[in-house]
């Protein structure tokens, strides 16, 4: 069951007595454990019925004995168990999970890790209670993802603030969704964020970042690759070379995969490519800009300058100069 689907289900007061929340990442656990915490019972009930426990100074039997007994004044009760993964004996739990009480909704969440699937602990709240178990997205699933959060809070974006937003950030959900918000405090009466926004928001240049680096590299641009190239020399935290060379390689790879393409339309190539629409007259205008061997080559290039990069070959030039280097020979 998703974060999305147990908080669906509270909203039609349908509830479990026990919720055991795990993984990887963070953002979908304190998604369900802040609802829980702020919303099944109204402010009244809750200052009768409302117990949270911290898993480092947790006791199992205090746990339990919260967990037991009967709501005052409401129609149940809620336990919070928040970071079990630094609770000993957590284990011990075992006698009211196997049992427990129908008005109490337990809810535990267990970070950064998941319990062996294997133990009767984890095949017992399995069967009794509902898990949820959450994993890193992947990072080409990242600009989706943030799309769709942000079209719930009721806002859209343009596609390249999109990616400017994803690319600054990181797979970070949390840090991604307080950008959002901050923006969203920002915008006022508008609906749409633009880079303009990213920019004067979050600290990203709408003029020099790595997409506008490749789009000079895609158009031959050797004069504004430079300048960008300079603008990251002169401001460590808005591009280094590690992140550069990535994107860049993903780049060209999907320029190299457009020869092989009977059709040049831009919503078949979009497709075959996995890309936004929008972004796929840039990949057309690169395989027209460069020959086949001459991708070929740059993406020879890329792997050379990466290797270079982590000292392979290279005496430490920094990075800067490495990419200088690298760009005046993929444009030449």
């Not at 009211?96 to 267990?110: A, G, K, Q």
């Not at 999109?162 to 690319?167: F, G, H, K, N, Q």
Request: charged fraction near 25%.
């Amino acid at each position: 069951m998703s974060a999305d689907k147990i908080i669906k289900d509270w909203k039609k007061n349908i509830f479990k007595t026990v919720y055991w929340l795990e993984g990887e990442e963070d953002y979908f656990i304190d998604q369900v454990m802040d609802y829980a915490e702020h919303h099944i019972l109204s402010e009244a009930e809750s200052g009768f019925n409302l117990t949270v426990f911290y898993g480092k100074d947790a006791n199992w039997a205090d746990i339990i004995n919260s967990c037991r007994r009967y709501p005052m004044f409401a129609e149940r009760q809620v336990v919070l168990l928040k970071e079990a993964q630094q609770m000993r004996d957590v284990e011990k739990l075992e006698p009211y999970i196997e049992n427990p009480l129908l008005s109490t909704v337990f809810v535990v969440s267990y970070k950064e890790k998941k319990l062996d699937a294997r133990t009767k602990f984890a095949k017992l709240l399995k069967s009794k209670g509902e898990l949820l178990t959450t994993k890193k997205m992947y990072d080409n699933k990242l600009p989706e993802w943030t799309k769709e959060l942000i079209e719930a809070k009721g806002l859209s974006i343009s596609p390249k603030a999109l990616l400017l937003l994803v690319e600054h950030v990181g797979n970070d959900l949390s840090r991604i969704n307080n950008e959002i918000e901050k923006i969203k405090v920002n915008l006022a009466s508008r609906k749409n964020i633009t880079e303009t926004d990213i920019e004067e928001n979050i600290g990203i240049s709408k003029d020099y970042n790595i997409f506008e680096l490749q789009a000079a590299i895609a158009q031959r641009n050797l004069a504004k690759a430079i300048r960008i190239i300079q603008y990251f020399g002169g401001d460590p935290n808005a591009g280094y070379i590690h992140k550069l060379l990535p994107t860049l390689y993903s780049f060209f790879s999907k320029v190299f995969m457009i020869y092989g393409l009977s059709s040049r339309d831009e919503k078949t190539i979009a497709t075959s490519l996995g890309v936004n629409p929008f972004f796929a007259k840039d990949y057309i205008k690169a395989s027209i800009t460069f020959s086949y061997p001459q991708v070929e080559t740059i993406l020879l290039l890329l792997h050379e300058y990466n290797l270079k990069s982590i000292g392979i070959r290279d005496a430490g030039t920094e990075d800067a100069s490495l990419l200088k280097e690298m760009v005046v020979k993929m444009i030449a």
